[in-house]
């Protein structure tokens, strides 16, 4: 059974940093894409960025470049976002995927391409 537990949520004050992990049991991290989402209240899921199976790129949406980085760790089996000058439009739930295959140019514009979602982890951006 394929599960992704995140964690390392909490609240920060504007302009300061978390690093959320994404850990997997099930599935080896490294075969698949693993895609970070968020969903704020009231608003639409929307992709944060991903890490493409193998050794492939990783990719953060615009609104999070600069600021977001994505890394895998194979060893531990773990993906870490780590966001860096935290904005209150980052408020959210935060959430980790795989694709349904192999991606080796990950997107997270297309979450239906992603399943066995975890159970988020929330962050809230607040003074």
């Known amino acids: 059974q394929v599960q992704f537990v995140e964690s390392g949520g909490g609240m920060v004050q504007p302009g300061g940093s978390l690093r959320l992990s994404c850990v997997a049991s099930g599935i080896a991290v490294d075969y698949y894409a693993i895609g970070w989402f968020r969903q704020a209240t009231g608003k639409e899921r929307e992709g944060v960025g991903c890490?493409?199976?193998?050794?492939?790129?990783?990719e953060v949406v615009d609104s999070a470049k600069g600021r977001f980085t994505i890394s895998r760790d194979s060893a531990r089996n773990t993906v870490f976002l780590q966001m860096n000058n935290l904005e209150p439009e980052d408020t959210a739930v935060y959430y980790c995927?795989?694709?349904?295959?192999?991606?080796?140019?990950?997107?997270?514009?297309?979450?239906?391409?992603?399943?066995?979602w975890g159970q988020g982890t929330p962050v809230t951006v607040s003074s």
């Open positions: 890490v493409s199976s193998s050794n492939g790129p990783t």
């Open positions: 995927a795989r694709t349904k295959y192999p991606m080796i140019l990950c997107s997270v514009a297309y979450p239906t391409m992603f399943e066995d």
